[in-house]
C-alpha cells in the first residue's frame, strides 16, 4: 500500500514537472547565466516558443537538459523531421536547446536560492 502510493506520487510529480524546468523561459537570470547578447536574446526565445510549440505535439516536452549528447544524435534529427520544421526555425530552436541544455541545472539551483 505504502509503496503504491510513493509510485503514484512519483508518477504525479514526473508529470508535473513546471515549464520553468523543463524549457527555461529566456529572462534575466537566463541571459546572465548564457552571456547573451540582445540579438542572441530574441533568437533564443524565438527557439523557445518553437521547441513549446512544436515539439510537444507528440509528447510533452522534454526536460531540456535531460536530451543528452547521445541523444542529439540519435533522436534530434529524426524529431525535426517528424515537426516538419523549416531551416529557420531549426537554428534557433537548436541554439536554444543548446544554451538552455546546458545552463539548466545552474538555473533551477539559483531559481531555488
Ligand atoms: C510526430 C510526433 C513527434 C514530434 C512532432 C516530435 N517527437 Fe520527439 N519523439 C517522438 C516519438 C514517437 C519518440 C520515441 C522514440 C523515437 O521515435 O525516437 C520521440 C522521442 C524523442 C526523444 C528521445 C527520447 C526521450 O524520451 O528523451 C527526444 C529527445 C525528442 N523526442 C525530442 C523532440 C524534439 C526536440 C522535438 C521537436 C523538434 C520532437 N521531439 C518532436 C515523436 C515526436
Known sequence: MKNTLIVTCLIFLAG???????????????????????????????????YLNFCTECHRARQVDNITS??????????????ELYPEEI?????YLKTAGRINQQLIEKRAE
Open 91 to 95: 537554428i534557433p530552436l537548436k541554439a
Open 16 to 50: 508535473c514537472t513546471p515549464i520553468k524546468v523543463l524549457a527555461p523561459p529566456v529572462d534575466e537570470l537566463f541571459i546572465a547565466e548564457a552571456n547573451l547578447t540582445e540579438e542572441e536574446t530574441n533568437q533564443h526565445r524565438q527557439g523557445r516558443e518553437i
Open 70 to 83: 547521445a541523444k542529439w544524435k540519435k533522436h534530434v534529427p529524426k524529431m525535426l523531421k517528424k515537426a
